[in-house]
């Protein structure tokens, strides 16, 4: 696995995929080599500006080859902006092979979003949870008939994971605006990425309900993508994590963006990546010293059900399914 590099992608063509935060960093490049391998990607952006300007970087970037890549306008901020968005998708394609979850915020003060959510738990997690349920119909209706594992569901998520409130998710008051910091905030949203993809794996994976009746396999994976230089990474909130990211590119051990990728990439559309991987906290490179390891309430299927249940429960109250 640890071999693995985008060049080794199979042919893409007529595949289609959705990458959050597809603008800058991880994203980026994530589209970029999808993109490159003939897929067809949706790159989700707040604005046009923000999704345009880095789709013509990227077209330049492979001059020779005609790219299909969309925009898909789309605000985490905004839940009405991902529901228009995922009706936008749905109106233009009649299948989905791939969502990667990209996009998120780092330990930014502590903000309210006009949703009444805390904003690291609503980009980061609830927003990601709300455009995955969305577009799980589709998904399963591409996967049907399909070989296993030719659809996929990726999250980005962080060994920031381990900075989460000891109780792992506190569903009595989720945006910690009282017992929280920036950091635990963004552990709690990274935390609540994996026990997605492990509910994900659960319902839809190799040896689900829905893959024993034929209904459809979907492979799901949560990403730790180690040390990166993305813009996401010069957060300015300070904290023991930025001197050790500090450290880190002291001793050269930070990848940069491109090569930040292709965790994604491996688990988004190799050939390589295998069924008992699903639903797995994956970093294939494991570099020296980085923490890559899962905390025990990213392991705890009672606390994945659980919150499950709330975020299912919250997102009907207020009218998004």
Not at 170 to 194: H, M
Not at 231 to 242: L, P, T, V
Not at 244 to 254: H, K, N, S
Not at 272 to 295: F, H, N, T, V
């Amino acid at each position: 696995m640890s071999r693995f590099r985008p060049d080794s992608l199979p042919d893409l063509t007529g595949k289609v995929f959705i990458v959050t935060g597809g603008n800058s960093g991880i994203g980026y490049h994530t589209v970029s080599h999808l993109a490159a391998h003939g897929a067809h990607v949706y790159l989700a952006a707040r604005s046009l500006s923000k999704g345009n300007i880095p789709i013509d970087s990227i077209k330049t970037l492979h001059p020779h080859l005609h790219l299909n890549i969309s925009l898909l306008q789309m605000d985490l901020t905004d839940l009405s902006s991902v529901v228009a968005a995922t009706e936008l998708f749905q109106s233009e394609q009649d299948r989905l092979d791939g969502l990667i979850n990209n996009a998120g915020i780092l330990a930014t003060p502590f903000e309210m979003t006009a949703d009444g959510h805390e904003a690291q738990w609503q980009t980061n997690y609830l927003a990601h949870w709300l455009l995955t349920s969305r577009l799980l119909p589709l998904m399963l209706r591409t996967a049907k008939g399909l070989l296993p594992g030719a659809v996929r569901i990726v999250n980005l998520t962080s060994s920031g994971h381990l900075t989460a409130p000891k109780c792992g998710i506190n569903l009595d008051d989720p945006s910690l605006k009282e017992a929280g910091t920036p950091w635990t905030r963004y552990g709690q949203s990274k935390l609540a990425n994996i026990l997605h993809a492990k509910t994900l794996h659960r319902m839809y994976g190799p040896g689900s309900p829905t893959a024993r009746a034929g209904e459809g396999e979907i492979w799901t994976s949560a990403v730790h993508p180690g040390p990166v230089e993305t813009n996401i990474s010069s957060a300015q909130s300070g904290g023991m994590e930025i001197w050790v990211l500090a450290v880190y590119r002291f001793l050269g051990l930070v990848w940069d963006a491109d090569k930040g990728s292709w965790n994604t990439l491996f688990c988004a559309a190799s050939e390589d990546m295998k069924a008992e991987q699903s639903g797995g906290y994956i970093d294939i490179y494991s570099r020296c010293g980085e923490l890559w390891w899962e905390s025990d309430k990213a392991k705890d299927e009672e606390l994945a059900e659980q919150l499950d249940e709330w975020t299912a429960a919250a997102m009907a109250r207020e009218g998004w399914l």
